[in-house]
């Protein structure tokens, strides 16, 4: 699969740590000159660095992806750079806690991200693709875009968004060439989810719904979603791919 994104530029949102500097680093190892979005301009130079020592190709872009304009902007310096063939929307963010009383400050917040920012991130994106003749679009979602679980509920409610969304746009956007999929990973253990995964009654109940017994890695993640990116995929569209061990199975 080495060289298989040669010649293709790839923008990632959330590409300054980890799900989507994973994704980021294996899509640069495949050929790809990858453009690194993120809110932290040190993150960014971190990943850039890290795959321009291992031989790739990087940009970056500080922006904040709910920013509507910076994110348009973002992606139109990026296409004016190099033309870009894709995105992956891995920008995230999750504030666990019980529904009964929950801030409606945390509920908007993490929709404006999980949910508001893909979508925007999209609709700047599809002029670009269609002028291109086409491309590929992967939003990040989870296992939780399908199922439920405690103190997730804003979360899991977004998750199930981006899954319709994601759909809905494979849809429209097909005649134009343009394929937009999804990602949905079980927890992975990344700085987004250490704190929670480090108390072990946490940890305990989360590989109880896991038949494969294990957390994914970034690495599969990352693999996942850059086999959605790549050209031999045009025929896949409007599917959410689960990287779960087997917890939505069941």
């Not at 806690?97 to 404006?112: E, K, L, Q, S, W």
């Amino acid at each position: 699969m080495s060289g298989e994104l040669d010649g293709r530029h790839v923008l990632v949102t959330g590409g300054g740590r980890g799900i989507g500097a994973g994704v980021a680093e294996e899509a640069a190892a495949r050929g790809a000159l990858v453009t690194l979005v993120a809110r932290t301009r040190g993150e960014l130079d971190g990943v850039a660095a890290r795959i321009v020592d291992a031989g790739g190709r990087a940009r970056t872009h500080a922006a904040d992806a709910t920013d509507d304009a910076a994110m348009e902007e973002a992606i139109a310096q990026a296409d004016a750079a190099e033309p870009l063939w894709g995105a992956v929307l891995s920008a995230g963010m999750n504030r666990p806690a019980p529904a009964a009383g929950y801030p409606m400050d945390d509920f908007d917040a993490i929709f404006a991200v999980n949910v508001r920012a893909a979508f925007v991130a999209c609709r700047a994106l599809h002029p670009v693709l269609t002028a291109h003749g086409g491309g590929r679009i992967v939003a990040m979602s989870s296992q939780l875009g399908s199922v439920g679980f405690p103190d997730r509920v804003p979360y899991a409610a977004s998750k199930h968004a981006v899954n319709g969304m994601v759909r809905g746009l494979a849809v429209e956007w097909a005649p134009a060439g343009i394929t937009v999929n999804a990602v949905a990973p079980t927890f992975v253990e990344t700085e987004f989810t250490r704190a929670n995964l480090a108390r072990p009654e946490f940890r305990a109940e989360v590989l109880s719904r896991i038949p494969g017994g294990r957390l994914a890695t970034v690495e599969e993640v990352a693999a996942a979603t850059c086999f959605l990116l790549a050209p031999r995929s045009g025929s896949i569209t409007g599917h959410v791919l689960a990287v779960d061990g087997g917890w939505t199975a069941w």
